[in-house]
């Protein structure tokens, strides 16, 4: 049987998009960090990346697939990787994985993965066309 967590993954997919460091303000009553720090992270990170693919302005839509897969800890440095998946006509599918180099180390593990759906809207908030990849968007 196929597992849906790759523990053996060594490197991370996808373009560095957003790295931060875990805050003690950030954790849950175990200690460890809050996962919607995390998943906080992994919106601005896909925001970033939506932005940049759809020109403008955009917003979730929908969450899909998050895993917690480990812990984050106070220190850690969380490295947010992105990667366009399937582009609609006004919505996008982003790949997201969440990477924590460990406090005072070199060391690095995978965290957390997702994919997130992001739609690109106008100045009223209305769905808009996503340009294709390399051209300019249309006013
Ligand atoms: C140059 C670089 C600088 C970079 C520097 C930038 C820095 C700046 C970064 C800022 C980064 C901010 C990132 C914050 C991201 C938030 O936190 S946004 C806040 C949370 N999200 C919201 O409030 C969104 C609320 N929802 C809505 O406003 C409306 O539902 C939406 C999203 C506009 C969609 O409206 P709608 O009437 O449902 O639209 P509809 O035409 O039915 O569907 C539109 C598309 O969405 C898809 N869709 C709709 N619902 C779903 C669903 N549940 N699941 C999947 N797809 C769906 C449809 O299939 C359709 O796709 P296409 O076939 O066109 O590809």
């Known amino acids: 049987m196929t597992h849906a967590i790759d523990l053996s993954d060594e490197h991370p997919i996808g373009d560095l998009t957003v790295r931060t460091i875990a805050m003690p303000a950030d954790t849950n009553a175990n ?14 990170a896909g925001g970033i ?4 693919r759809a020109q403008g ?4 839509v929908a969450v899909d697939a998050m895993t917690f897969i480990r812990p984050v800890r106070v220190g850690d440095v969380l490295c ?3 990667r366009i998946g ?6 996008m599918k982003i790949h997201l994985e969440a990477w ?6 070199q060391f690095r ?8 759906t992001f739609v690109a809207i106008d100045e009223v908030g209305r769905p808009r066309p996503i340009p294709v990849e390399g051209e300019a968007a249309s006013t």
């Open 57 to 60: 302005r955009v917003v979730t």
């Open 86 to 91: 399937r582009v609609g006509r006004t919505s």
């Open 80 to 82: 947010v990787y992105t």
């Open 100 to 105: 924590a180099r460990r406090f005072q180390t």
């Open 109 to 116: 593990e995978k965290v957390t993965e997702a994919t997130f």
């Open 49 to 52: 990346a939506g932005v940049e």
């Open 31 to 44: 200690g460890d960090i809050f996962g919607g720090w995390v998943l906080s992270q992994m919106d601005q």
